[in-house]
């Protein structure tokens, strides 16, 4: 494994914007004065070498504002940030309208293969400079959404908790203490339902607006193109969602009932519906310092380089778990390109989910790893619902490792949990996104009238739901808190793609492991080489949209006799 710099040695400087036209200036003059392919793709190359450093600035940027969002020096350079970031897209999207002429396309496809090209069509479709002003207003109300709900200050119990710790208390054995936790949850959420639906309501008629300005008749065309989506489109998006309502609905009401009756309850509440074991949901035992050793044990087993580099993560400070006030809340994974390197950001608080932290985020930050060295940024990571399968089938390939964080008891009803919650989330995962075509084709509804129509998402997908006297999630006010409902609008149905995706590498696995986590190193070393569907078939699977896949993945799970219905 090569050398690493330390997360403290990263070294971004800000630059400003005449510094990069006049790179650009000076890249576009190499690439007029280049006349054969060599020198051409010497030029690309180049320009490939400026866009990891920005990336990387932009990343930086981002991150830092994410662990301290109450740091005014860090606000500031995320504001500077995103006043600058529009103005590089402009010089990028005129290079990439160049580049995509002959006689570089011809050049690029054969050199990279056609890939990098559709990612580039895409993007051409999403900026004008006329909207420059729009994204810069977009990212001012996206991280306002951020700060606000990471300054939440949740009393409970005599005690101050942000969103994130709060988690903790919403799936406890004892009753009172979960429906008490939810409470203070939607109380806040009712206390500033009319900041957060202000804001919502500013970002749909900006996005709408620039999808206008650019030739679209609503956002969701734009949204589709901004998220790369390549080889898919909304018809194929539309099927897969109602095959998810006619095959997995009857199945997770099995599964709610079934909890139901474990928990021995009369009537499953929505505040019942995060506990799955009537003496606790299983929780790791140990802190910070002990998950992280018996992370490394774990890696270190699974192979194919993963430990070494689980290792370097923690070395390097690579990982950032601990929760802390005015920490953003969530976690994810992002990287530094012009290192090659990624960081995981996540909040522990005390629950499973810390454990998902160390087989999610590292799922990504290990394919970001191992496609460091692909030739081109774009590849580095691949469109986002192929992302996630990385991340969620390491969920599921960690099983037989569970041990090591839960007993032996805990480990198997941990599985179990793992993989109901699973099954029930391709309905969630559905409902919010069939609830944002429905946000972006009505852009004038009223905040009201949104309300209302994720109550019909909620009553289509997950009809067990009763919210008893939660009432503003009772009125439809639960979709607030979603970060990617304001954030990363349409991305959210790319988990419920991945997840048929990793069921089957969970299949797999079962059948011959060492078979399956050899084609989910291939997988992740391919990075963004291809879109979603040809990545899925090369990595032996079946793509979600192809006829029948998801029937027989459910199929096979019942087959397997790990749901007994
Ligand atoms: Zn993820």
Known sequence: ?????????????????????????????????????????????????????????????????????????????????????????????????????????????????????????????????????????????????????????????????????????????????????????????????????????????????????????????????????????????????????????????????????????????SYDELLFDPTGNPKPQGDHDWLIERATKMFDEMGSGMGEFFRLMNSRHLLELKNREGKAPGGFCTDFPSYGLPFIFANFNGTKGDVEVFTHEMGHAFQCYSSRKQPLVDYLWPTLESCEIHSMSLEFLTWPHMEKFFDKEGSRRFCRMHLEQSLLFLLYGSAVDHFQHLIYTQPDASPAQRHTMWLEMERLYLPWRDWDDLTYPAMGGSWQNKLHIYVFPFYYIDYVLAQCCALQFWLKAEKDFDGAIKQYVSLCQRGGQAPFQQLVRSAGLKSPFEKGCLEEVINSIYQYGKIRV
């Open 1 to 269: 494994m090569e050398k690493a710099v330390d997360f403290q040695s990263i070294k971004v400087s800000k630059p400003t914007q005449e510094e990069i036209a006049a790179e650009y200036q000076k890249l576009q003059m190499e690439m007029e004065d280049a006349n054969d392919k060599k020198a051409r793709l010497a030029a690309v190359q180049k320009w490939d070498q400026l866009r990891r450093r920005l990336n990387t600035w932009y990343a930086f940027t981002g991150l830092k504002f994410q662990q301290d969002t109450c740091n005014k020096q860090y606000k500031m350079d995320l504001a500077y940030r995103d006043e600058l970031w529009p103005k590089i897209t402009n010089l990028e999207i005129s290079m990439k309208r160049r580049l995509l002429k002959a006689p570089f396309r011809t050049d690029i496809e054969s050199q990279f293969n056609q890939q990098v090209t559709a990612l580039w069509e895409a993007d051409i479709m999403t900026f004008e400079p006329a909207i420059q002003d729009d994204l810069v207003l977009e990212s001012k109300l996206q991280a306002e959404y951020t700060e606000l709900t990471a300054s939440a200050k949740l009393l409970f119990e005599g005690k101050s908790y942000n969103i994130s710790e709060i988690v903790k208390f919403t799936q406890e054995a004892d009753r009172r203490l979960r429906h008490k936790s939810q409470r203070v949850l939607w109380n806040w959420f009712a206390e500033n339902g009319e900041h957060l639906d202000r804001l919502f309501d500013d970002l749909v008629h900006l996005r709408t607006n620039m999808a206008k300005k650019l030739g679209y008749d609503n956002y969701v065309g734009l949204g589709y193109k901004r998220m790369h989506r390549i080889d898919y489109n909304q018809d194929d998006v539309e099927q897969y969602r109602a095959e998810i309502r006619r095959v997995v609905l009857p199945l997770a009401q099995s599964i709610r009932e079934r909890q139901r009756k474990r928990l021995n309850l009369e009537k499953l509440y």
